[in-house]
């Protein structure tokens, strides 16, 4: 662990590295990654200069939705080990100083989970109000669908009991009833197991949706927020140092109120932050990056921001305008098959063309902007996709650890893997993975180490204020991080072509800009506008040295 992601509130120093036990490392041959394999690969996760990972679901599911169905929280999926793996994958990271959170889907579970099974086998059964029912399908009218591709109602029809169920993702995964108390005191003691075995937080899944009232949308309801703060003030009561991550897809302004006076989550994603760092790149110019920036409202002391660029899921445009939405789809996403419900499925890589320079660009920017950045496995390699496989599983390919049999991932037969390796002659395994990279100084993954540790070297990045100045160039985008007499001055050329800019440093006259790359000293500030030239894409990070 770094020095500075030891300390109170260790998750606002923290870079996190979001990874799929299924993709990443498979140890026993099956094809499918597991805990041991991850085990093995810990050393890597923590030279790239990692704090703490986010593991995708690892509990007993049927895959309907890889793994976000599921049917027994308690323990570990049996493709992944045992629970006794998972406890050795836990102390084994903490010896390395890495924490772990790992998956929390209260929303909903599988249809496959003995509570719906059970739920669903008699109106009189005690579970029933588990979940939620109904006569009629027309309760809660109007309420968004969020699989638009798969789904055309929020409810379904259980034919046994002839009742509607309500769902808000897959009709195979029932939404809780969070009205009935038993369900928060189950969750609690879900919560409880994990935290007693030693994780250090969650990443709580899908939470704006947890109650539903009749005339709102369902979703970000005062309702929900009590469950959610009813949990938060379990957790501290029992535990210390443990993070609460909200998975809550909505405006700013409604998420802030997920972190409630501070007593409610640690964290929460900035959802609508995530597209306009690409529409920034796309249309070369900082205006939509300044003003979500500007727009967020500020966050309780202990609470952080989760940055990222991408995910496991497709690039949601949900938090986006009509007109913003068309540009994100013709600049990202031209071929239809790259879309899915309100977003693109597409990686990295392959959404910036291979464009090294936009990469690091993007990456600049994530490292940079306030917030504690995620990223996502394999993207600091420059991973490709496949639009081709079918839901977002096009994304969640296995991880390229090098050249050989299986890109080094399974020592299976090909056919056997959990999913298909990217092997086209772009972005496949031969060329694109760890080992290769590792071998050459400049490769992206060395890049990105150095560009973490950079990050890391001072908390302005993770505690600092933002201050954008605004050069009359618009395709410059520049901000000053600032705590205390610690100063970082960004500069970010968003553009493909060269550029010049001027910017009024007037208040800083006298400081001296380091390069913090290279450690190369720049002409001190002066009264006088402080000009910079830039080639495309390119972007500097300053540390203001003062008399
Ligand atoms: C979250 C997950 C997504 C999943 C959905 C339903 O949005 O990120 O992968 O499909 O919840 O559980």
Known sequence: ?????????WYKDAVFYQLHVKTFCD????????????????DYVRDLGIDCLWILPMYPSPFRDDGYDISDYCSIHPSYGSMQDFRDFLEAAHARGLRVITELVLNHTSDQHAWFKEARSSRDHPLRDWYVW???????????IIFTDTERSNWAWDPQ?????????????????????????????V?????????DGFRVDAVPYLIEREGTSCENLPETHAVLKFLRQRLDEHFTDRVLLAEANQWPEDVRHYFGEGDEFHMAFHFPLMPRMFMAVGLEDRKPLVDIVERTPAIPENCQWGIFLRNHDELTLEMVTEVERQYMYDEYARDPVARINVGIRRRLAPLLEGDRRRIELMNGLLMSLPGSPIVYYGDEIGMGDNIYLGDRNGVRTPMQWNGGWNAGFSSADPERLAQPLISNAVYGYQGVNVESQRRVEHSLLNWTRRLIRARQSSPVFSRGTTTFLKPANHRVLAFLRTLDRDQV??????????????????????????????????????????????NPYDFYWFKLRRL
């Not at 060269?498 to 380091?514: K, N, W």
């Open 161 to 189: 009991t002839k009742q509607y169920y309500w769902h808000r993702f897959f009709s195979h995964q029932p939404d809780l009833n969070f009205d009935n108390p038993a369900v928060r005191e189950e969750f609690w003691n």
């Open 489 to 534: 001055l960004v500069v970010c050329n968003l553009a493909s072509t060269a550029q010049a800019v001027q910017l009024d440093l007037r208040e800083l006259a006298g400081a001296l800009p380091i390069e913090m790359f290279g450690k190369s000293v720049f002409p001190r500030i002066g009264a006088a506008p402080y000009v910079l030239t830039l």
């Open 134 to 144: 109904s006569d009629t399908d027309d309760r809660y009218a109007g309420v968004r």
């Open 1 to 9: 662990m770094t020095a500075a992601a030891t300390g109170a509130a």
């Open 191 to 199: 919560m409880k197991f994990w935290l007693e075995i030693g994780v």
């Open 27 to 42: 140890s026993d041959g099956d094809g499918i990654g597991d805990f041991k394999g991850l085990t093995g690969k810990l």
